[in-house]
C-alpha cells in the first residue's frame, strides 16, 4: 500500500511559479510510474503529466508543454512538479499518483492510488 501526500500548492499571480511535492510513504516508489492530474471546479479530472518508473520516459499534456516539469527522487520517495509562467486556468486541485505497472500513462484507470489533492489558484 502506497500513501501519497501532496504539498507545495497556494495562490499566486499569473506569470508567478509553484513547485508541487509529492511524498510517497508505505513502500518504495522506484519501481511505480508517478503522475499529476488536476481538477478544475465544475470540470472533469484532467492529466497533467507522468513519469516512468526509471524516468525516461515523460508525457505531458499540451496544455502545460514548456512551463511545467515532472521529475522524481527515488531515494526520497518523492515527485515534484514544477509549474512556470502560471495562467488563471491552472487554477485547480492537483493530484498526485502512482501507477504499480511502471509505464507512464495519460490514463487515469492506469494510477492505482492517488493522493487527496493540493489546491493552486492562480491570480489575473
Known amino acids: 500500500q502506497v500513501q501519497l501526500v501532496e504539498s507545495g500548492g497556494g495562490l499566486v499571480q499569473a506569470g508567478g511559479s509553484l513547485r508541487l511535492s509529492c511524498a510517497a510513504s508505505?513502500?518504495?516508489?522506484?519501481?511505480?510510474?508517478m503522475g499529476w492530474f488536476r481538477q478544475a471546479p465544475g470540470k472533469e479530472r484532467e492529466f497533467v503529466a507522468a513519469?516512468?518508473?526509471?524516468?525516461?520516459?515523460?508525457y505531458y499534456a499540451d496544455s502545460v508543454k514548456g512551463g511545467f516539469t515532472i521529475s522524481r527522487d527515488n531515494l526520497k520517495n518523492t515527485i515534484y512538479l514544477q509549474m512556470n509562467n502560471l495562467h488563471p486556468e491552472d487554477t485547480a486541485v492537483y493530484y498526485c499518483?502512482?501507477?504499480?505497472?511502471?509505464?507512464?500513462?495519460?490514463?487515469?484507470?492506469?494510477?492505482?492510488?492517488w493522493g487527496q489533492g493540493t489546491q493552486v489558484t492562480v491570480s489575473s
Open positions: 513519469v516512468n518508473w526509471s524516468g525516461g520516459r515523460i
Open positions: 499518483n502512482a501507477a504499480r505497472s511502471g509505464r507512464a500513462t495519460m490514463s487515469s484507470r492506469e494510477y492505482n492510488y
Open positions: 508505505g513502500r518504495t516508489i522506484s519501481d511505480y510510474a
